[in-house]
């Protein structure tokens, strides 16, 4: 029904940067927020950055200062910006959509298949 597709993950040195990207599609009634989340190995997944379709942002204290998310409601797309990146941000990421449900109201969360981020030192 909702469908995620991501892009911009890779491999980059430490201090340089990414930019990941996600769009939302399919039957989408209202988004009520888009976020990121990652996996490394041996880790349980955690929020890196959320953003609410009003703009209100949340950040993993690991990351504050130095990653930037962004959405364009227009759009249904969400975008964050990874500067100074570090050996341990290596991880899957994941977007993560929360929409509204309509008729049966609530709320329902999709998931990015995962694209990888690699930082080498």
């Known amino acids: 029904q909702v469908q995620l597709v991501e892009s911009g993950g890779g491999l980059v040195q430490a201090g340089g940067s990414l930019r990941l990207s996600c769009a939302a599609s399919g039957s989408i009634f209202s988004i009520n927020a888009m976020g990121w989340y990652r996996q490394a190995p041996g880790k349980q997944r955690e929020l890196v950055a959320a953003i609410t379709s009003g703009g209100m942002t949340n950040y993993a204290d690991s990351v504050k200062g130095r990653f930037t998310i962004s959405r364009d409601n227009a759009k249904n797309t969400v975008t964050l910006q990874m500067n100074s990146l570090k050996p341990e941000d290596t991880a899957v990421y994941y977007c993560?959509?929360?929409?509204?449900?309509?008729?049966?109201?609530?709320?329902?969360?999709?998931w990015g298949q995962g694209t990888q981020v690699t930082v080498s030192s």
């Open positions: 993560n959509t929360r929409v509204v449900v309509p008729i049966i109201g609530g709320m329902r969360d999709y």
